[in-house]
């Protein structure tokens, strides 16, 4: 799949997954391609380590990913994107230095290769996961009390729209796990449908969001009603 993509692009496309096939190459780790599209010389990747894993609960695991997002006309991302297996979606790791670039594709910087060897060393090499695996397993067991409240001020703040809004509420309501981790599961749930209609970049930020909420941020105020 890397490879299609490969014959595909030309000039600093062709170079940046060059760059990135060298390195997932020499991590000394079977990697997967999740994810490869091209579209008129934009292009999405996601790649996973199904060997480097922890369970989060019983059953649910998660793996080392990577991902890499490359739009000619505006900017380039890399960053560490663990992949939760059970539900089949992504939440994205920026909280340090290293896990995560983006640039001017017009304007790569002198030091890119330098930022990229180091996105995907982090996204693989164990202590990200093992570090974002805490998180999640923090958030099983934290209940609720008002989850509709939750979504309503990430709906206020400008972090999800109307339809997210909706969609995350009856993934939540379906799934019936009033904790925080069933809140972040119905957020990332909602990335499927933005890759289905190659919305990547949309689909990217509904991950984040799922990272962030998992690590504790967005929480509504307390004892303050929150309006839309």
């Known amino acids: 799949m890397l490879s299609q993509l490969r014959s595909r692009a030309t000039g600093f496309a062709r170079d940046l997954l060059d760059e990135t096939a060298a390195r997932l190459g020499g991590i000394g780790r079977a990697v997967e391609i999740e994810h490869a599209v091209w579209d008129d010389g934009e292009f999405h990747l996601t790649a996973i380590a199904p060997t480097i894993a922890n369970e989060v609960r019983e059953g649910d695991y998660v793996y080392a990913g990577f991902f890499l997002d490359h739009n000619p006309a505006q900017a380039t991302q890399a960053g560490v994107r663990i992949y939760r297996v059970a539900c089949q979606n992504g939440m994205l790791a920026d909280e340090a230095e290293g896990q995560q670039i983006e640039f001017a594709s017009a304007q790569p910087p002198p030091g890119w290769k330098y930022e ?12 990200c996961l093992d570090e974002q695996t805490k998180r999640l397993r923090a958030t099983v067991d934290e209940m609720l009390t008002s989850p509709f409240e939750f979504l309503i001020h990430l709906a206020a703040q400008g972090l999800i729209d109307d339809d997210e809004h909706s969609g995350i509420q009856r993934e939540f309501e379906r799934a019936g796990d009033y904790t925080l981790y069933g809140l972040v599961n119905a957020v990332t749930a909602v990335a499927h449908g933005h890759r289905s209609a190659s919305d990547w970049q949309r689909a990217l930020g509904i991950e984040r969001l799922g990272g962030e909420i998992a690590g504790g941020d ?7 009603p929150v309006f839309g």
Request: glycine residues 16%.
């Open 116 to 127: 990229l060897s180091e996105v995907i060393a982090q996204s693989f090499e164990g202590g």
């Open 218 to 224: 967005h929480q509504p105020p307390i004892g303050s």
